[in-house]
């Protein structure tokens, strides 16, 4: 089950101000995950926090490893025990869910950290706890170079079908996010989302 706070933070990267919550969204096969990886052995101090799903492990992934893999019956627990700041059910009807108490616990603390949610999720959010949360809308080079990465990594066409025909409802959101970028050289994408993640924190003092 997931615990209270599922992040260990080293009180080494607590800041005195609040914690700076960053959101990255756009279409499943963009890229987000590979850039959040790359972005956490490159800055130090900011801490990914998994998001919580029922959908099923694929291969390469582990438990935290993007997500807290849990049961309908634990997620749905989780729900009524308002353990989310928001939650969804996304493609073939799995839960995707942001961790309250480890999301507050950060931001009280003064602890950096970045996740992904969909749009919808995001936009609830935004709605919760709209002082702390920077948002970045992730764009793929082209809907070919989108649909290429989404076979690439799941032989199961009709799983990439669903999740291609949420592009649309996905890129309808770009414009209210604070930041977008085109994720089509990785080099060059890590930089823009460190410059992105750098100027924010810099210019929080409180
Ligand atoms: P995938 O199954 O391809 O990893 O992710 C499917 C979608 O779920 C992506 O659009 C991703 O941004 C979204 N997602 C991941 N975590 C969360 C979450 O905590 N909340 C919401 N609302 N969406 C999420």
């Given at each position: 089950m997931i615990p209270e706070v599922f992040i260990q933070f080293d009180p080494s990267d607590k800041h005195d101000r609040k914690g700076c919550f960053f959101v990255l969204s756009g279409?499943?096969?963009?890229g987000k995950n590979t850039l959040v990886n790359l972005i956490l052995k490159e800055m130090r101090g900011i801490y990914y926090v998994p998001s919580v799903t029922t959908r099923a492990m694929r291969p390469g992934e582990s438990q935290m490893n993007p997500y807290a893999f849990v049961s309908v019956e634990q997620f749905e627990d989780m729900i009524e025990k308002e353990q989310f700041l928001e939650w969804k059910k996304i493609h073939n009807n799995s839960y995707y869910g942001t961790h309250m108490p480890t999301i507050l616990f950060a931001i009280d603390n003064g602890y950096d950290i970045i996740t992904d949610m969909d749009v919808l999720g995001c936009q609830d959010a935004i709605l919760r706890i709209p002082e702390r949360i920077y948002t970045i809308f992730v764009l793929p080079p082209s809907m070919d170079e989108l649909s290429n990465r989404l076979l690439e990594r799941d032989a199961d066409t009709a799983a990439v079908k669903q999740r291609l025909e949420r592009v649309p409802l996905e890129l309808g959101?770009?414009?209210?996010?604070d930041f977008t970028m085109i994720n089509d050289n990785l080099e060059q994408s890590v930089n823009e989302l460190r410059s992105i993640i750098q100027s924010v924190v810099e210019q929080r003092s409180e």
């Open positions: 279409p499943s096969g963009v959101h770009k414009d209210r996010y």
